[in-house]
């Protein structure tokens, strides 16, 4: 690609084409529909990236020279990023995606920043190279995210409470033999009992009750409200069934969520969770620091995760955003990293703002004309830089979303706790 830009940026608004990863747990249809591929090889089409991490770099459509932003933007910074964000964090601090989960993805959690800059320099030092398959940190930030439903979303997000658990171990067979543990000594002790567990244990513990959840999801005796249904979507292709994989636990554990469209949920560092089903909006810092525990071919680091997660209940807070003006809905999160936002526009409608900070939009529904010079249609992105004043224009029903920095917010002082 042409990285040759002009001596002085004009950092107004731009196109903006993101980078698909083909991860073999996403759908075959819903991304390359939005983005207007053909995708007759069906491969697996997870996720859309907006934004400056290296594994995936957004692409600047600036006239006949295409250029990567992290390039574009790191021409003068302070401008294109506007002297608060420069100050604060020196990069544009978010990366904004569009997924679609066909399958559960790992159990996994987040790290802390303090740990994420001490992991990173540790691996570092062992050698490790930054794209190995056994390397936990890719970079050196946290990565608290937030998702929005795009369709009706599942997940698994938190440990339930205590008393819930209990009630799982009492009334599951193959789980009565871990319930005087968990009485004995609590839930931290519990998980890192059975996550550290020995493979035949594990298979023979759970193979019974994988081979009955699969029969009773088959036999419609169960609903995605239960924690069999999933256990038995993810092995209903197995014939016969392996080693079972301990994730399986944490399918019982942890709480299911069901998210509506329009709805969103947060997820801080250390709280464990999974995606199971939909698609969303996910933004999140620029980050891709994950540790994982089960559920998936990638790289499982069972120690490096208890470390770094929160055993302690949780109730899973849906949130719905703030109503603005005009058909927008804000969602602010206790970070100063991101803020997103949602846009509903009818026909013929007028939509009126100017960026402070930088903004990045995904044009999901319809399409907009932006200051009667930019058409950005169905699946197509652009940025607006700081200070800049735009308008929108529609033509039929469209619907936007927004990645932005909350300037100046309340955020701006959070420190994970």
Request: aromatic share 12%; hydrophobic share 40%; glycine share 8%.
């Amino acid at each position: 690609m042409n990285q040759v830009i002009e001596m002085t940026p004009s950092y107004t608004i731009y196109p903006l084409q993101g980078k698909v990863q083909h991860y073999e747990w996403g759908g075959f249809s819903y991304l390359p529909s939005l983005l207007g591929i053909n995708n007759e090889e069906k491969r697996p089409f997870a996720e859309y990236w907006l934004g400056v991490h290296p594994l995936g770099v957004a692409t600047v459509l600036n006239g006949n020279e295409p250029v990567l932003l992290d390039t574009f933007m790191g021409q003068y910074p302070e401008k294109a990023l506007s002297s608060s964000v420069y100050k604060q964090f020196g990069e544009l601090p978010y990366l904004l995606k569009i997924m679609d989960v066909n399958q559960m993805l790992s159990i996994q959690v987040h790290p802390e920043k303090a740990v994420a800059e001490a992991g990173y320099a540790r691996e570092d030092q062992l050698g490790i190279a930054r794209n190995a398959f056994n390397r936990n940190y890719k970079d050196k930030n946290h990565k608290p995210e937030v998702m929005l439903a795009i369709s009706e979303f599942w997940l698994l997000h938190g440990f339930k409470q205590e008393v819930q658990i209990e009630s799982i171990l009492a009334e599951t067979s193959e789980f009565q033999v871990l319930l005087p543990l968990f009485k004995r000594e609590g839930l931290a002790s519990l998980y890192s009992f059975i996550m550290e567990m020995d493979q035949l244990s594990v298979t023979n513990l759970l193979m019974p009750l994988v081979k009955r959840e699969v029969r009773r999801k088959k036999e419609g005796l169960l609903t995605k409200n239960d924690p069999g249904w999933w256990v038995a979507k993810y092995y209903h292709n197995e014939n016969p069934i392996g080693d079972i994989d301990r994730g399986v636990f944490s399918i019982y554990l942890f709480n299911i969520a069901q998210l509506q469209p329009g709805e969103a949920i947060f997820q801080k560092a250390g709280i464990p969770h999974a995606y199971l089903e939909g698609q969303n909006i996910e933004l999140m810092s620029n980050s891709d620091n994950v540790l994982r525990g089960g559920l998936t071919p990638k790289y499982i680091d069972v120690p490096e995760l208890l470390a770094n997660m929160r055993f302690e209940p949780v109730t899973p807070q849906i949130v719905k955003g703030t109503p603005l003006k005009d058909g927008e809905t804000i969602f602010h999160f206790p970070v100063p990293d991101f803020a997103l936002a949602s846009l509903h526009l009818k026909e013929g409608a007028l939509f009126e703002d100017k960026a402070i900070g930088p903004e990045i939009w995904m044009v999901l529904e319809g399409g907009v004309i932006i200051n009667n010079e930019i058409v950005r249609k169905k699946g197509e992105a652009f940025i607006v830089f700081p200070d800049n004043a735009y308008q929108f224009r529609t033509s039929g029903k469209t619907q936007l979303c927004k990645a932005f920095v909350p300037v100046n917010s309340a955020y701006s002082q959070y420190e994970e706790n």
